[in-house]
């Protein structure tokens, strides 16, 4: 039986001219002294013909030299040279890395489930990846301030796109703040008080693990960037930093002293914002929970519109350009994953959605001013509702690489998959290729 096999292995490297071909045919003449007897003489002798002939036919090629090259199998992780032209259509795993920016700030609920599945999470390249980032290198570069919305279909790709964005930012050395679920500063699960002062409630431990998430990012800007305001409040505990020293310690200051977090998060943001050493980036998914009531109550059990909660307001104020970037921009996104915060007629009008994203208000429905000045200057960006055939068949052929599927899928069911779901990115996975039996 191990002669037998063993023959048709040496046959079947018969008429291979690559060089991981012939390294394989190497190997299999390595293997062939582990038999014994008669056997191993007759199969080695066929073996060493073989190896002989593949000499002659590529002599340039060193067989026993160690491969350099990465297993086919192993995919590629995303770099600045990766978000390029030629990379459409490619996927690339995210980059892990000791600082890890999805492992500090987090994920959206809507791709965890993806983190979790994949060994190692990837996205792939798209046109709407290219156009972004384009857009976001550009507002580096001219006097307009880019304050981007993503927009799309359930299942399009926006949050994805938004990783893509925060990992090339970071790569290309731009200062982050990502949150990843904006519905965590509205829906009551963080402790609150009202400030007499701002006319505000403050949120004092979420912006403490916002300074904390920027701190552990580590950016070298932090110990160069020089305060450039004095932080000066009434009764504020001891060891403010002065001005001239570098904003670290101001962020060590609002980590420590967690009861003026707020106020020390508002000065810090205001540093990155005004500085142009370094581009800036607030990027903030689920955008769409910043506009409408929040989970929070009133002493009279009333609830908190989200302007009057003090991290809220702050997004919502670089949203809208009361307090501008200068170098960098606001980048935020969409999220349809929790129908309880779907977008506001106010953002509704404002990004001018389409039927995808909610119903569609009328001329009886109440408008707020507040959030119509909050929603003024936005700019979608639209991500187009079905990936062609060519992104679809890198997501497939990835997830064959990775062992998600028992079987080879054919032809006919990625055709009828894709066209079950419409093209739409997510339904293709999860409710199309991991929901069959055919996979």
């Known amino acids: 039986m191990q002669r037998r096999l063993s023959r048709e292995f040496v046959h079947s490297i018969r008429g291979l001219s690559s060089k991981r071909e012939l390294r394989t045919a190497s190997r299999l003449l390595a293997n062939v002294k582990?038999?014994?007897?008669?056997?191993?003489?007759?199969?080695?002798?066929?073996?060493?013909?073989?190896?002989?002939?593949?000499?002659?036919?590529?002599?340039?090629?060193?067989?026993?030299?160690?491969?350099?090259?990465?297993?086919?199998?192993?995919?590629?992780?995303?770099?600045?040279?990766?978000?390029?032209?030629?990379s459409l259509g490619v996927?690339?795993?995210?980059?892990?890395?000791?600082?890890?920016?999805?492992?500090?700030?987090?994920?959206?609920?809507?791709?965890?489930?993806?983190?979790?599945?994949?060994?190692?999470?990837?996205?792939?390249?798209?046109?709407?990846?290219?156009?972004?980032?384009?857009?976001?290198?550009?507002s580096t570069k001219s006097e307009h301030k880019s304050r981007i919305v993503i927009t799309g279909a359930p299942g399009s790709g926006k949050s994805y796109l938004l990783l893509q964005a925060l990992s090339h930012c970071v790569a290309s050395d731009w200062i982050v703040l990502y949150i990843p679920r904006a519905i965590d500063t509205i829906n009551g699960t963080t402790p609150y008080a009202y400030d007499v002062r701002t006319q505000t409630f403050l949120q004092p431990t979420y912006s403490a693990s916002l300074l904390r998430q920027i701190r552990d990012m580590g950016h070298p800007g932090l110990k160069k960037l020089p305060t450039t305001s004095p932080f000066s409040l009434e009764k504020a505990p001891p060891g403010a930093p002065a001005v001239g020293a570098p904003l670290m310690q101001l962020i060590e200051y609002g980590i420590r002293e967690v009861s003026v977090a707020s106020f020390v998060l508002e000065a810090v943001l205001a540093e990155f914002a005004t500085q142009t050493t370094y581009p800036f980036l607030l990027a903030v998914?689920?955008?769409?929970?910043?506009?409408?009531?929040?989970?929070?109550?009133?002493?009279?059990?009333?609830?908190?519109?989200?302007?009057?909660?003090?991290?809220?307001?702050?997004?919502?104020?670089?949203?809208?350009?009361?307090?501008?970037?200068?170098?960098?921009?606001?980048?935020?996104?969409?999220?349809?994953?929790?129908?309880?915060?779907?977008?506001?007629?106010?953002?509704?009008?404002?990004?001018?959605?389409?039927?995808?994203?909610?119903?569609?208000?009328?001329?009886?429905?109440?408008?707020?001013?507040?959030?119509?000045?909050?929603?003024?200057?936005?700019?979608?960006?639209?991500?187009?509702?079905?990936?062609?055939?060519?992104?679809?068949?890198?997501?497939?052929?990835?997830?064959?690489?990775?062992?998600?599927?028992?079987t080879v899928p054919s032809d006919q069911l990625f055709l009828s998959k894709y066209c079950e779901a419409d093209g739409n990115p997510k339904e293709f996975v999860w409710r199309g290729l991991l929901s069959t039996l055919d996979t």
């Open 91 to 138: 996927p690339f795993a995210f980059p892990q890395k000791k600082v890890d920016p999805f492992r500090i700030f987090g994920v959206p609920r809507s791709t965890e489930k993806d983190f979790a599945f994949f060994s190692k999470p990837f996205s792939i390249v798209r046109q709407p990846t290219l156009d972004l980032l384009s857009l976001l290198e550009n």
């Open 34 to 86: 582990t038999t014994g007897g008669r056997e191993r003489a007759s199969i080695q002798s066929e073996a060493s013909n073989q190896h002989t002939e593949l000499r002659k036919a590529a002599p340039g090629v060193d067989l026993n030299a160690p491969s350099t090259s990465k297993e086919t199998n192993e995919i590629q992780e995303l770099t600045l040279d990766s978000l390029r032209p030629h």
């Open 285 to 406: 998914d689920d955008f769409q929970a910043l506009y409408g009531q929040s989970q929070y109550k009133t002493p009279q059990y009333l609830p908190i519109d989200t302007y009057h909660l003090s991290v809220p307001r702050l997004l919502l104020e670089y949203a809208c350009g009361s307090r501008p970037i200068y170098n960098g921009a606001f980048l935020g996104a969409i999220s349809l994953y929790h129908t309880s915060y779907l977008p506001t007629t106010e953002l509704y009008e404002a990004l001018d959605l389409d039927l995808t994203h909610g119903r569609r208000p009328d001329s009886y429905t109440k408008r707020s001013e507040a959030f119509q000045h909050y929603a003024k200057g936005l700019q979608p960006f639209r991500v187009p509702d079905r990936m062609d055939i060519r992104e679809a068949a890198a997501l497939l052929d990835t997830l064959i690489k990775e062992r998600v599927l028992h």
